[in-house]
């Protein structure tokens, strides 16, 4: 199978159990499950589950199937981009192409909508899995969510945007736990219900690690090159809030030297993986040049 099929397939059993896994919206109360639906089921790249699914796919361990916790990282995620939204943090108007959550719905609706999405990817963990894996996949993902890497790298990121002079140190710290960290522990999520050791856990993570640092420099770069209807989010908005990025810090062509290390650097990961790397080396390579 071509690359773009394997990524096409993986997102199409995503979206199928994404329907399946999340309550109906029909589910009293009508209005929390149709606003979690809503910013769950508005597409998006659904890179944290397709990473997921490849990890697994890299090993011939015990076969939990990945789907649940497939579904749980992307309610984690779209429980962050609901509540970055709302006007007490970045107030948007526009994700994944679509109006944000406190748009179409209200900010209280939008609220609780990230709230139980949080508590359901739990709720799936507990429910989709024996205590082993189960305990290690919470853990995995509660601490991916958690104090000192998503939360505590959006509460840096808040810290930063107060000052102009945000320093490299403080850009990575943000960049390591807001973004690389859901990037990470996909990949372990994904080993973790096939039986992945310890050793290839720490590989996933240092492949995640430098694939998420590419994915945040290509993204920071996108702010300033693409559009809006491209990008499906408000773009410009880094320049415009003055916010220090890779590209203000190091300029586009230093940017792109960053993306081009890190790149590298994530190939060089892959090769202490088990398994075939073809579908992780062309994501690699593929999210280097991507347009949105
Ligand atoms: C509110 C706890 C909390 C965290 C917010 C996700 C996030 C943290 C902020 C969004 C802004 C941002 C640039 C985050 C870095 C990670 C990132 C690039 C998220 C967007 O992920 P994509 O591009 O989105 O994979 P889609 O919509 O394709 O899933």
Redesign the pocket.
């Known amino acids: 199978m071509d690359f773009s099929t394997q990524f096409n397939t993986f997102v199409a059993h995503t979206e199928k159990a994404l329907g399946e896994l999340l309550p109906p919206a029909s589910t009293r109360p009508g209005r929390i499950h149709e606003a979690m639906r809503y910013s769950l089921q508005a ?6 589950p397709v990473l997921l699914l490849a990890a697994a796919d890299l090993f011939a361990g015990e076969k939990h199937d990945p789907l649940p916790a497939a579904v749980a990282i992307e309610c984690v ?1 779209t429980y ?2 609901i ?2 939204d709302l006007p007490c ?2 107030n948007d108007d526009l ?2 192409g679509r109006p944000t959550a406190h748009k179409q719905f209200d900010e209280a609706t939008a609220l609780l909508a990230g709230d139980a999405l949080l508590t359901h990817a739990f709720d799936l963990l507990a429910r989709h899995y024996p205590s082993e894996p189960g305990f290690a996949l919470v853990r995995v993902l509660a601490e991916a969510a958690g104090s000192q890497r ?2 505590g ?2 509460m840096e990121d808040l810290l930063a945007e107060k000052k102009t002079d945000a320093t490299a140190d403080q850009l990575e710290f943000i960049h390591l736990n ?2 690389a960290a859901m990037i990470e522990a996909a990949l372990v999520l994904g080993g973790l219900t096939r039986g992945a050791t310890a050793s290839d856990q720490a590989a996933l993570r240092a492949f995640g690690r430098e694939l998420g640092l590419t ?2 420099i290509v ?1 920071d770069i996108l702010d300033t090159t693409a559009d809006s209807t491209t990008l ?1 989010k408000t773009a410009g908005k880094d320049a415009k809030a003055a916010k220090t990025t890779f590209v203000s810090l190091h300029g586009l062509e230093g940017a792109r030297r960053f993306a081009r290390e890190h790149t590298n650097a994530a190939l060089v990961a892959l090769t202490k993986l088990p398994g075939d790397p073809a579908f992780l080396r062309q994501l690699v390579e593929t999210m280097a040049v991507r347009k949105h």
């Open positions: 597409g998006g790249k659904r890179l944290r995620h962050s981009l509540h970055d943090m970045d994700r994944r998503l939360i790298g959006q807001k973004t994915f945040q993204d499906g």
